[in-house]
């Protein structure tokens, strides 16, 4: 049976298009440029021979023709998603073991991404303070934080730690001079992330005040708030720095002499979908590397 059908991710763009009536909240969804679902639109619309929205002062409006369209391109994706489900399986489910802030702060902005490539596998994201040992039988990856002492094929170093300041625009006006009377905000209670920097920034620190928190996150969190100033991993704050939520005053970047790995047991017939995970974050991670050095300098 020969079938007369429009491209199907012209469909695909569409149909998020008439959800959400919005070519730049479709084109986040769909992980794609604005002009990108644009395009599809205006293929769709040209390969139909009428107008499926128009754009009014008040935004996009879905046309009669378009909202019948709508309808009907979604009962078919859906019994397109009911078909296919019966082949899913726990087997097309990769799980990786992250700590907190890294999940928080670099894992799931980047996750829909990968999502949007292999949209048949499901990703389980266990968020532990604990590592993933290599003897963890209850994860196919995971993100780990340390000096690497671990076998070289199972363990990828991502980037190595650098670690400075940062507060919210203003809370540091008088610069490195305010930094004696500012509120310390310590990720963990050993406070050893102030007490290194101070000691390669050559600041000295009461690193004995301030506040505590059980994760990075918290800390940035709280600094972003306006509560005092905390020590953090570079990587980990550059989305919020660029964002403006955060500063970075003083601009004197320490190694810890740690890094983040990606870690994986020691199982040579690795699942496909595991190894394509594994690919997309060591791929993904190369920007993280690039930050690292712009701190660098």
Request: charged share 25%; hydrophobic share 45%; proline share 5%.
């Amino acid at each position: 049976m020969t079938r007369r059908l429009p491209s199907l991710n012209a469909l695909r763009c569409f149909e998020v298009v008439a959800a959400q009536l919005s070519i730049k909240k479709a084109a986040q969804t769909l992980h794609v440029s604005e002009s990108a679902v644009s395009r599809q639109v205006r293929i769709l619309e040209e390969q139909l021979g009428a107008p499926l929205f128009v754009r009014t002062h008040n935004g996009l409006e879905i046309t009669d023709a378009g909202q019948r369209l709508a309808v009907s391109v979604k009962e078919a994706f859906d019994h397109i998603a009911k078909a296919v489900n019966p082949f899913q399986s726990d087997h097309d489910a990769v799980t990786i073991k992250v700590l907190p802030t890294f999940a928080l702060r670099w894992l799931f902005p980047r996750l829909r991404a990968f999502q949007a490539q292999h949209p048949l596998i499901k990703v389980n994201v266990q968020t532990r303070l604990n590592d993933m040992t290599l003897n963890d039988a209850d994860a196919d990856l995971g993100i780990r934080y340390g000096i690497g002492n671990w076998p070289q094929d199972c363990a990828t170093e991502l980037y190595p730690e650098w670690i400075l300041p940062v507060c919210a625009p203003g809370y540091l006006a008088g610069g490195e001079d305010d930094l004696d009377k500012a509120t310390l905000l310590h990720p963990l209670p050993d406070r050893q992330d102030w007490l290194t920097w101070s000691e390669k920034a050559g600041h000295r620190l009461d690193a004995r005040k301030g506040l505590d928190f059980d994760a990075l996150d918290m800390a940035l969190s709280a600094a972003e708030a306006g509560l005092g100033i905390a020590m953090t991993d570079v990587v980990l704050a550059h989305e919020a720095i660029e964002a403006g939520r955060l500063v970075a005053p003083l601009r004197k970047a320490v190694p810890t002499g740690a890094s983040y790995y990606l870690v994986r047991p020691p199982d040579l017939r690795r699942r496909r979908q595991v190894k394509l995970l594994d690919d997309w974050i060591c791929h993904e991670i190369h920007a993280a590397r690039d930050t690292v050095r712009l701190y660098m300098q």
